[in-house]
T-cell receptor, first 118, second 110 residues
Framework: DADVTQTPRNRITKTGKRIMLECSQT?????MYWYRQDPGLGLRLIYY???????NKGEISDGYSVSRQAQAKFSLSLESAIPNQTALYFC?????????????????FGPGTRLTVL | QKEVEQNSGPLSVPEGAIASLNCTYS??????FFWYRQYSGKSPELIMS????GDKEDGRFTAQLNKASQYVSLLIRDSQPSDSATYLC??????????FGKGTMLLVSP
């Protein structure tokens, strides 16, 4: 079984709809992240969470919100989707230096969700 | 604004050759450095991490770090067609979030 899973894997929706992307992990990591990837723009951080009670905005948080329901679950919502939110979305997890030594903050990615907003 | 710069490529090498991928970063306080491999339409896969100046080898991969020059590189020995992918350099500084370069596309021809 995959360590980091994302649902759905593909989604087509219309402008103005509310969309939720879900991420679950079995790696036991405290830290979770949401990225989007666009051609020519690379990977950009949307939100991140260092534990269940710690949520932080990333580089491009406008138009998005998140919920950390448990250590293993981190959801990304688009409250009112717009076409320029069409992208590939990745969830990632990482451990922290206190327990992992040389693996300090290595991030592991889920398979991604391809979202198209018409 | 923290920046990570990579040549977009494509870098073309023949099978069996050494591929050399380069990355520079702007934040002198950066602490940890990573190389990811990404096949088209797939998620990034961590292949190397390096934290100290010098070389770190893992199989056919060698990561090199020079903090004074703010430069990190990845060497792939005996390149194979299956190594054809986009290679992403990523750097951590400050609040322990990764800043990614836009990636270098590597093409290995048989």
């Amino acid at each position: 079984d995959a360590d980091v899973t994302q649902t759905p894997r593909n989604r087509i929706t219309k402008t103005g709809k509310r969309i939720m992307l879900e991420c679950s992990q079995t790696k036991g990591h405290d830290r979770m992240y949401w990225y989007r990837q666009d051609p020519g723009l690379g990977l950009r951080l949307i939100y991140y969470s260092f534990d269940v009670k710690d949520i932080n905005k990333g580089e491009i948080s406008d138009g998005y919100s998140v919920s950390r329901q448990a250590q293993a679950k981190f959801s990304l919502s688009l409250e009112s989707a717009i076409p320029n939110q069409t992208a590939l979305y990745f969830c990632a997890t990482s451990d922290w230096a206190g327990t992992s030594g040389d693996t300090y903050n290595e991030q592991f990615f889920g398979p991604g969700t391809r979202l198209t907003v018409l | 604004q923290k920046e990570v710069e990579q040549n977009s490529g494509p870098l073309s090498v023949p099978e069996g050759a050494i591929a050399s991928l380069n990355c520079t970063y702007s934040d002198r306080g950066s602490q940890s450095f990573f190389w990811y491999r990404q096949y088209s339409g797939k998620s990034p896969e961590l292949i190397m991490s390096i934290y100290s100046n010098g070389d770190k080898e893992d199989g056919r991969f060698t990561a090199q770090l020079n903090k004074a020059s703010q430069y990190v590189s990845l060497l792939i020995r005996d390149s194979q067609p299956s190594d054809s992918a986009t290679y992403l350099c990523a750097v951590i500084s400050g609040y322990s979030t990764l800043t990614f370069g836009k990636g270098t596309m590597l093409l290995v021809s048989p």
